[in-house]
């Protein structure tokens, strides 16, 4: 103890320095880790570029493959697909296709709209839902002011509308079920469930994917019909889904009050085969024995009666005629229709 009191400072120095000593010992030892760390990470790297420089192509070796220039090659050719797919994906014109919509110019064309689609119906023999059916429009329909800021999107959709609707139409499908679109105002709040869809627009980079859905009944001739003027349509619609299922039957007499502009159908009636009349017991006698002799002195052996067994008249066999080969049954098909609208200009 004399001896540390006598050197305290040799003691004090001696003793802050094995204590640096054991911190520096401990930060290069820490720092070696991350060394030996940062090394294998830099050895991954590299490893992975060797692997990718000897694949082939490579990522851009220079004299042999630019992948920089073949990605702006196929940038240029994916302009010029654009620029002619737009032939094929014209904008459908808004009704009414004015600068400015006012609530006058909207209520007029939809009544007219209306008015065009239910004579087209009509003239194509359509049976529409109900003798005053609005095609989804049914809240917009009796109202003559709008919230604002809907008129331009209403149009949009009435035009959509009517471009679909005259597909069917013109393919002269049997009748329609119903034209389902998206809420866009507050005003369809008060309209019916049966008119809107769940679906919302869909808006990327290139276009505006509007959905609709129409339920229609036909034959496999009409569905054909429909989806090729979708197919040869101008305008982008694309029909995403297709759901046919056999069609409910339904009663043979129409009424005026689902369509006035179509008379009562009726079914022609069957023929029904005559019933046999009874026959007596003679009758039944001499159809088996023959008729009883002429001779007087021979006494008619005694009738004997044999019960007959009733059976039912078999059905009249149609002469003549080709035979049925397919008899085809009404279908129910619904489309889940997409109308896109392109976003990009048109570079030409």
Known sequence: MAWIKRNLVFVIISVLAVGLMGMAGWYLFSKWSLNNSILTDLN??????????????????????????????????????MGRTHDYLQRIPRIPDLPKVSDQDFSSALSLTIDQMQHAASNASVILPASQYKFSFQAEASRVSFTPGTLVPLSVQLGEVKAIIDVLFDAKVNSLDGVRRERISPDDTSGPETDYLDQRSVTNALAVLTPYEVTFRGFSAELAAVLAGYASSPYGLVVKTINVEAAPAVATDVTATENPTMGRIYAPPQPIAPAPRPMSAEQRYEERYGPPRTNPNMRPAP????PVASSVPAPAVRKGGLPTVLDEKQLKITLFIEVVKMQAPNPK
Do not use: C
């Open 303 to 306: 009738l004997r009666v044999e």
């Open 44 to 81: 991954e790297q590299y490893t992975q570029l060797k692997t990718l420089n000897e694949k082939k192509p490579n990522p851009g070796e220079p004299g042999k493959v630019d992948n920089v220039k073949a990605a702006k090659e196929q940038q240029e050719d994916l302009r010029k697909f």
